[in-house]
């Protein structure tokens, strides 16, 4: 393919004419599919390059450049270390003598293959490139470039190097799934020159201006060097980060409003209930003006001209599944459907079993899961497309293309943030105009409600159940152990439940945690009267719902758990919440799980157990669970910590979160411009998104213009 023909839309196989790379296939693994995508494979430096120098103006932690001869060569094999197919690896020293001065200086490469060593042990006159160091007081290069010189090249003098030498800007790429630096940096040399002149503007030039921005084409050239280097300063660097940061916001918003029109074009189911507080009588205790309150962002939603996708944002334990069943009824009391979709088995048989209780037998309700028998789920699915059953709880069975409703209204996501986008609108497609709730439990800082879950409606919960008497957390240090053990026997032997949460299933000598098999044993021998088992993943699905309705049933005094109780638990007998090695998980988790307890008219206790002393550090992050109950706060603290991407998962928002450079964290004066700008631009151009369709998947906006 001519270079006149490569455009940043092509893909990226022709950038090497069609041959077969491994490089360009494990870049295409990593979504990088056109050459496009390629900009934003950002450098970790970019930096000029100085002309050839004496050894006399070698300064540690500077660049440098030089000409050399090579006096001796050292070749240590490397025992620890091997490569591909288990190739010998070796250190290599060379060490040289300047042309220019009296000056002898060692340059260094690790972990060579027996090619490299060929190559560098025949090379007699060395032109070199890298970051100087210093090694027991004298300088030194690791792995520094290298070009071979001609005897007659060697010879010119200082001047004549310098005069024939140009700076030159050195881009240093990074490892992308095992793809060095230097290769990248080959796959980028193949992009035409002239192809950086076509890089397209996305935004309006008053925008631009307005924010006194740089072009993108200026920003990316930056970035990769493809600037002369006098213009490569720190300020036209920030700018070019800035104007990046921006973009990524800017995208995002463009993707969220994009999705907002879309689902306006659709039809809706229209629920209308003015005698939902008849439902009320279900529940033995009274609602909260915050649930109440979301209920009525509900009921407002269902009689909009476009199908409800709403957010519940609520702490622990602070009534979401009530507001879930009561929109449930309200859709089943005008003769449609309901489904609620949970991420677990377990969190799945937890709703089933407290609605069957609550529900009395006055409705339909079913249970789909994928453990079920054959027959089972037969009669399960006859039911769904019989209209017979009026409530299903389930998993991701649910989203199967056997499962059709006769006439679905209403469903529910619960722990949303488990599901990816498309398994939510499988859900929400199986009926035309159907209203769709999603629930989390971890509460979303205000950064993030703008990028990941602003295509939603949110409601927040704040306000906890009057009968909840809350949870007491203390952090257990190594010499506080018996007391905490002492207190755990009183309170299972006054009839309560524990659990004791420890981070892994087996024991891995690479990591240094507790581990299921040996905290079992160890309880069990601790308290012999008790009736203790254990919980986790890797069991079967029937193994594991047996435990929980054992523990629910009260069959079960400690139950010792892998981080698979964290959500949706709910058994009111439980007061006692136990974390061992707190600091494997992190603030959200630990505040799930603590939210385990406590949940009725018993007070819960959480205990953050460490069996050796902890880094400042993580006593810092244990302390904000100890001090603080809010979950806000907590995934405020979270964020800062983790990042967004750790905190809630990934692409569970349907929003596609491509950002490179900006954070949510550092740049949020950032964000709220970039979301001021797509409003005030849809404003003045109302027939935007008219003629345009995104699908929810692999959608791209970059290079399109606006």
Same mark, same amino acid.
């Given at each position: 393919m001519s270079s006149s023909s490569l455009t940043w839309n092509s893909p990226l196989s022709k950038l090497i004419a069609g041959r077969k790379s491994k490089t360009v296939d494990k870049l295409v693994n990593n979504g990088v599919d056109h050459v496009k995508d390629l900009l934003w494979i950002l450098p970790l430096r970019t930096t000029i390059l100085p002309k050839v120098q004496s050894f006399h103006a070698l300064a540690p932690e500077s660049l440098f450049k030089g000409v050399a001869k090579a006096v001796a060569f050292r070749d240590q094999p490397n025992f620890k270390a091997r490569g591909k197919g288990r190739t010998p690896l070796s250190n290599v020293t060379v060490t040289v003598q300047d042309r220019f001065s009296e000056g002898m200086m060692n340059l260094k490469w690790f972990n060579c293959y027996p090619s490299?060593?060929?190559?560098l042990k025949e090379q007699e006159y060395l032109f070199f490139t890298g970051s100087v160091s210093e090694f027991m007081g004298e300088a030194q290069m690791i792995s520094p470039d290298v070009e071979e010189l001609t005897s007659l090249d060697y010879e010119k003098d200082l001047k004549e190097w310098q005069d024939n030498d140009k700076e030159a800007i050195k881009v240093t790429y990074p490892t992308v799934d095992g793809i060095s630096p230097h290769h990248l940096a080959g796959l980028f040399d193949k992009i035409p020159n002239e192809l950086w002149e076509t890089i397209e503007e996305p935004l309006p030039e008053d925008m631009i201006q307005k924010r006194n921005l740089i072009s993108l084409k200026e920003a990316f050239s930056i970035l990769h060097g493809k600037i002369p280097p006098h213009q490569l300063t720190p300020q036209n660097l920030d700018k070019a980060r800035e104007r990046l940061i921006y973009h990524e916001f800017f995208t995002e918003q463009i993707k969220i409003k994009l999705r907002r029109e879309i689902l306006k074009g659709k039809p809706s189911i229209h629920l209308n209930d003015e005698n939902w507080r008849e439902h009320l009588s279900l529940f033995p205790y009274q609602l909260t003006e915050d649930q109440e309150a979301a209920i009525n962002d509900i009921l407002k939603d269902f009689q909009a001209d476009r199908p409800m996708m709403r957010l519940i944002q609520g702490d622990v334990g602070s009534g979401k599944t009530s507001v879930a069943l009561i929109s449930a009824l309200i859709a089943i009391s005008q003769g449609y459907q309901a489904a609620i979709m949970c991420p677990t088995e377990a969190l799945a048989l937890q709703h089933f079993l407290t609605f069957k209780e609550l529900l009395k037998g006055k409705w339909t309700l079913d249970i789909l899961l994928g453990s079920q028998s054959k027959k089972d789920k037969e009669l399960v699915l006859a039911g769904l497309s019989s209209g017979k059953t009026q409530i299903v709880i389930g998993t991701h069975s649910l989203i199967q293309e056997s499962v059709s409703f006769k006439n679905l209204a209403f469903c529910v996501i619960d722990e949303q943030h488990k599901f990816g986008v498309d398994q939510r609108l499988k859900l929400v497609n199986k009926s035309e105009g159907c209203h769709c709730l999603l629930m989390t439990a971890t509460p979303i800082p205000r950064s993030l409600s703008l990028t990941q879950y602003g295509d939603l409606d949110i409601s927040i919960i704040k306000q906890m159940p009057s009968n909840r008497k809350g949870t007491q957390t203390r952090i257990v240090a190594p010499e506080n152990y018996a007391k905490y053990l002492s207190f755990l026997k009183t309170r299972v032997s006054m009839g309560e439940q524990a659990y004791v949460v420890v981070p892994a299933i087996e024991e891995n000598p690479e990591q240094d945690m507790l581990n299921l098999e040996v905290v079992l044993k160890k309880y069990r021998e601790y308290f012999p009267e008790f009736r203790i088992e254990g919980l986790h993943g890797k069991m079967k699905s029937d193994e594991k719902n047996k435990i929980f309705i054992s523990f629910r049933e009260k069959e079960i005094d400690i139950m010792i758990s892998t981080s698979v109780i964290e959500v949706g638990i709910n058994n009111p007998n439980a007061t006692v919440m136990t974390i061992l090695n707190p600091e494997r998980f992190g603030l959200s988790s630990l505040h799930q799980m603590r939210g385990r307890v406590g949940r009725g008219e018993k007070p819960g206790f959480c205990f953050l157990v460490n069996d050796k002393p902890l880094s400042p550090t993580s006593m810092e992050r244990l302390s904000v669970i100890e001090k603080s109950s809010d979950g806000f706060i907590i995934a405020e603290e979270d964020l800062k910590i983790r990042g967004e991407g750790d905190l809630f998962g990934r692409d569970q928002s349907g929003?596609?979160?491509?950002?490179?450079?900006?954070?949510?964290?550092?740049?949020?004066?950032?964000?709220?411009?970039?979301?001021?700008?797509? +409003? &005030? =631009?849809?404003?003045?151009?109302? $027939? #935007?998104?008219?003629? +345009? &369709? =995104?699908?929810?998947?692999?959608? $791209? #906006?970059?290079?399109?213009?606006v």
């Open positions: 490299q060593v060929k190559k929003v596609k979160s491509t950002r490179v450079l900006s954070s949510l964290i550092h740049h949020q004066d950032t964000l709220e411009k970039a979301k001021e700008d797509v +409003i &005030s =631009l849809c404003e003045n151009h109302p $027939d #935007l998104f008219s003629n +345009i &369709s =995104l699908e929810y998947k692999n959608d $791209d #906006l970059v290079g399109k213009t």
